[in-house]
């Protein structure tokens, strides 16, 4: 989302630190780059003068302009200035310090994903504060609304409000809380109607329903992709109904990103949760700190890890990290080494999260990185016998034909999965017949600009015997 903003951002400090020392005419001129470049990500025009402003007073100073690295002095007073648009640093948790059932209220337009965020909420509610949820349509405008979040329940195991046809918003809204209360529910998620447009209709049903629930949270679902629109919806139902935080729906789209960074500042409240994906666990908490980290290009290493964790099977991380240090990986073991990377996501996703991969992203251009190999090697180790993938040497020319024919691809790619297959059991092999102090030493050879053994320009592909 924010790899425009961030390649122009980069431009800016790469011709900053090519200078010996700053002066005022360089951040002057330095700030008419970024005040540009934060335009064209659609960042509020009030958001952008105050945050050149700031970074102006910060930069025009006595320790910046004799500092041996200005462009890095100048990227740390805007990384700062970032965090403290985006709200400050750490991520703003959702209140639930009220009387069980608390009560939350989710408020937007029509087809921004208020209906499938209400169904993230209840189940990262559920998995991870142990909390038992009650959802409950409001939504008598849109046909099927209230069956579609009945079934988004389904999915995540929590309590589902019986629909009861003819009812209206408030009178919804008061079942559903007092059923909360009857059958022990810890929170009840009120999804309201939306609209294709804001009209006072729409605000007076919202104000309607908060009067007689007193929610503890009203959450305003925007649209990211939606850019400034999305922030003069954000103010329209500030000023109308009053909102506690924002969920940024889509933040893994390709829009400008101006919307996260002027959201704060427009109507003073946080942007708790962001929605990165399409499954219902594609739900996280929104830390300035690593947004303002991935747009200029020091990456999120903490969200990374967080992600790994929390995705990334653990125990069967380890037993196969086991098997290829004793040599014994097989092609199962390679197809769960895949399912646990499309479980971390898009690889331009991971990409963006690690320091320094925005250049590389730069290089490819509008190029998205193939990763159709992967389903290709899953589709062909799939189409083999279980000995086959426990011993792959026995897969000779019938058999290469027979799984190819199988797995839709040819006996060239086929060919081409052993090769690499080969070459990886090689390298494993090799690599424990070293030992830790063969690692060492080979290691030491690659930092030092050699190949394996200190070999210049080695490289493992290279320097791998042929059978």
């Not at 910060?58 to 004799?66: F, M, N």
């Not at 209709?201 to 629109?229: C, F, I, S, W, Y």
């Not at 949760?273 to 999120?300: H, M, Q, S």
């Not at 102090?437 to 053994?453: H, W």
């Given at each position: 989302m924010?790899?425009?903003l961030?390649?122009?951002?980069?431009?800016?400090?790469?011709?900053l630190?090519?200078?010996?020392?700053?002066?005022e005419?360089?951040?002057?001129?330095?700030?008419?780059?970024?005040?540009?470049?934060?335009?064209?990500a659609?960042?509020?025009?009030p958001?952008v003068?105050?945050?050149?402003?700031?970074?102006r007073?910060?930069?025009?100073?006595?320790?910046?302009l004799?500092?041996i690295?200005?462009?890095?002095?100048?990227?740390?007073?805007?990384?700062d200035?970032l965090i403290?648009?985006?709200?400050?640093?750490?991520?703003?948790?959702?209140?639930l310090?009220?009387?069980?059932?608390v009560?939350i209220l989710?408020?937007?337009?029509q087809?921004?994903?208020?209906?499938?965020?209400s169904?993230?909420?209840?189940l990262r509610?559920?998995?991870?504060?142990?909390?038992?949820?009650?959802?409950?349509?409001?939504?008598?405008?849109?046909?099927?609304?209230q069956?579609q979040?009945q079934?988004?329940?389904?999915?995540t195991?929590?309590g589902?409000?019986?629909?009861?046809p003819?009812?209206?918003?408030v009178?919804?809204?008061?079942?559903?809380?007092?059923?909360?209360?009857?059958?022990g529910?810890?929170?009840?998620?009120?999804?309201?109607?939306?609209r294709?447009?804001?009209?006072?209709?729409?605000?007076?049903?919202?104000?309607?329903?908060?009067?007689?629930?007193?929610?503890?949270?009203?959450?305003?679902?925007?649209?990211?992709m939606t850019?400034q629109?999305?922030?003069?919806?954000?103010?329209?139902?500030?000023?109308?109904?009053?909102?506690?935080?924002?969920?940024?729906?889509?933040?893994?789209?390709?829009?400008?990103?101006g919307?996260a960074?002027?959201?704060?500042?427009?109507?003073?409240?946080?942007?708790k949760l962001?929605?990165t994906g399409e499954?219902?666990?594609a739900?996280?908490?929104?830390?300035?700190?690593r947004?303002?980290g991935?747009?200029?290009?020091?990456?999120?290493i903490?969200?990374?890890v967080?992600?790994?964790?929390?995705t990334?099977?653990?125990?069967?991380g380890?037993?196969?990290a086991?098997?290829?240090?004793?040599?014994?990986?097989?092609?199962?073991?390679?197809?769960?080494?895949?399912?646990?990377?499309?479980k971390?996501?898009?690889?331009?996703?991971?990409?963006?999260?690690?320091?320094?991969?925005?250049?590389?992203k730069d290089?490819l251009?509008d190029?998205?990185?193939?990763?159709?190999?992967?389903?290709?090697?899953?589709?062909i180790?799939?189409?083999m016998?279980?000995a086959?993938?426990?011993?792959?040497?026995?897969?000779?020319?019938?058999?290469?034909k027979?799984?190819?024919?199988?797995?839709g691809t040819?006996v060239?790619?086929?060919?081409?999965?052993?090769k690499?297959?080969?070459?990886m059991?090689?390298?494993?092999?090799?690599?424990?017949?070293?030992?830790?102090?063969?690692m060492?030493?080979?290691?030491?050879?690659?930092?030092?600009?050699g190949?394996?053994g200190?070999r210049?320009?080695?490289?493992f592909?290279?320097?791998m015997?042929?059978?």
């Amino acid at each position: 989302m924010f790899d425009s903003l961030s390649g122009k951002l980069s431009g800016v400090f790469d011709g900053l630190s090519k200078r010996g020392k700053l002066s005022e005419a360089d951040v002057t001129e330095a700030m008419r780059e970024v005040r540009l470049a934060m335009l064209d990500a659609d960042v509020a025009l009030p958001v952008v003068r105050d945050f050149v402003n700031k970074v102006r007073e910060r930069a025009i100073g006595h320790e910046v302009l004799d500092s041996i690295s200005p462009g890095q002095a100048v990227a740390k007073i805007v990384n700062d200035a970032l965090i403290d648009a985006l709200g400050g640093a750490g991520a703003v948790p959702l209140n639930l310090s009220a009387t069980p059932p608390v009560p939350i209220l989710m408020v937007g337009l029509q087809g921004s994903g208020k209906t499938t965020t209400s169904g993230k909420i209840a189940l990262r509610l559920g998995l991870r504060e142990r909390k038992r949820i009650l959802l409950a349509s409001l939504d008598v405008q849109r046909p099927a609304a209230q069956l579609q979040l009945q079934q988004l329940a389904e999915r995540t195991g929590v309590g589902s409000l019986p629909i009861v046809p003819g009812q209206r918003p408030v009178e919804i809204a008061k079942r559903a809380l007092d059923v909360g209360r009857r059958e022990g529910y810890d929170v009840v998620i009120l999804d309201t109607a939306g609209r294709l447009s804001i009209d006072e209709e729409l605000m007076q049903e919202v104000r309607d329903v908060r009067d007689a629930t007193h929610p503890v949270e009203t959450l305003l679902v925007v649209d990211a992709m939606t850019g400034q629109d999305a922030v003069n919806t954000a103010q329209r139902f500030n000023e109308a109904v009053g909102i506690t935080g924002v969920v940024m729906s889509r933040m893994d789209g390709d829009a400008r990103g101006g919307a996260a960074l002027s959201m704060r500042a427009v109507t003073g409240a946080p942007i708790k949760l962001v929605g990165t994906g399409e499954k219902l666990e594609a739900l996280e908490e929104f830390y300035p700190e690593r947004v303002a980290g991935r747009i200029l290009g020091l990456g999120d290493i903490a969200g990374l890890v967080e992600r790994a964790s929390e995705t990334l099977d653990q125990e069967e991380g380890e037993r196969v990290a086991k098997k290829m240090l004793a040599g014994k990986f097989d092609l199962d073991d390679y197809a769960s080494q895949i399912r646990q990377i499309n479980k971390m996501g898009s690889i331009s996703g991971i990409l963006g999260m690690l320091p320094g991969m925005g250049k590389l992203k730069d290089k490819l251009g509008d190029k998205e990185l193939d990763t159709s190999i992967f389903k290709k090697h899953q589709a062909i180790i799939s189409s083999m016998t279980k000995a086959e993938r426990k011993t792959p040497s026995i897969i000779k020319a019938s058999r290469k034909k027979r799984i190819a024919s199988g797995s839709g691809t040819t006996v060239q790619e086929v060919n081409k999965l052993l090769k690499q297959f080969d070459d990886m059991s090689t390298m494993m092999k090799r690599i424990n017949k070293m030992g830790l102090s063969g690692m060492k030493q080979m290691l030491s050879g690659l930092m030092s600009g050699g190949g394996p053994g200190g070999r210049p320009g080695g490289g493992f592909g290279g320097g791998m015997p042929r059978r």
